[in-house]
């Protein structure tokens, strides 16, 4: 039998002791190459976290944001992310506006600098004990020269004028970004006055399957 245990697989190999003859387990010990699985002690239930919350543990998952108080009719938040050469980065993303907003995602964005234009966003690991850092760049307000690709073309329905509500758009199944490659997430507020906006960008990194 074998079992994928983060990016590797590995023979599964277990034993299992009868506690009395009513067939309930005692001790479960399993172990996967030289990773020992957890099992409860009280329900006797293998114990088992999501891939994107395995990754949290490892102190490879990041985040990066940006928010405007009051971002003007017609105007953009924009935020660049610039993805290393040797990992993947496993994206997924949420957008904010506080009225009707347009929620664009583009790829092979070109900016005026030819890394990281605009000004520098904190890439902040989300295991707040890990040293390990993102090997992405992320900035804020940018200077396009070409768009790129479109990847998402949304909206946000949430309301025009003295009316509006507000709403958020998330992009929740991950997206693996090109290595080497750059990224622009823009939000635009089409609610008729200035309204708030704000972008957040969560992502985990791994190496290319």
């Known amino acids: 039998m074998a079992l994928l245990v983060g990016q590797k697989t590995a023979a599964l190999s277990f ?7 009513q067939g309930s387990i005692g001790d479960v010990n399993l172990q996967v190459g030289d990773v020992d699985l957890l099992v409860g002690p009280l329900e006797n239930a293998l ?10 543990h ?6 990066a ?22 990992k993947e980065a496993h994206l997924t993303a949420r957008f904010v506006c506080g009225g009707d907003a347009e929620v664009l995602i583009y790829e092979d964005t070109t900016t005026q600098a030819p890394l990281n234009d605009g000004t520098a966003l904190a890439e902040v ?6 040293a390990v850092a993102s090997t992405l760049v992320a900035t804020h307000t940018p ?7 479109l990847l998402i073309d949304g909206a946000i329905g949430g309301g025009t004028g003295g009316n509006a509500a507000g709403g958020a758009i998330r992009i929740g199944t991950e997206r693996i970004l090109a290595v080497s490659t750059k990224y622009l997430f823009r939000l635009t507020n089409r609610s008729g006055g200035a309204k708030i906006g704000s972008i957040v960008l969560e992502w985990y990194e791994a190496d290319p399957v």
């Open 143 to 149: 200077t396009i020269n070409a768009l790129g690709t």
């Open 125 to 130: 690991n989300l295991h707040r004990g890990s």
């Open 58 to 63: 490892l102190g490879t998952t990041f985040n």
């Open 15 to 21: 034993s299992v002791t009868m506690a009395n003859d």
């Open 47 to 56: 114990v088992a976290i999501s891939f994107p919350h395995y990754e949290i």
């Open 65 to 86: 944001s940006y928010k405007i108080l009051a971002l003007a009719n017609a105007a953009s938040l924009d935020i660049i992310l610039m993805t290393g050469a040797d």
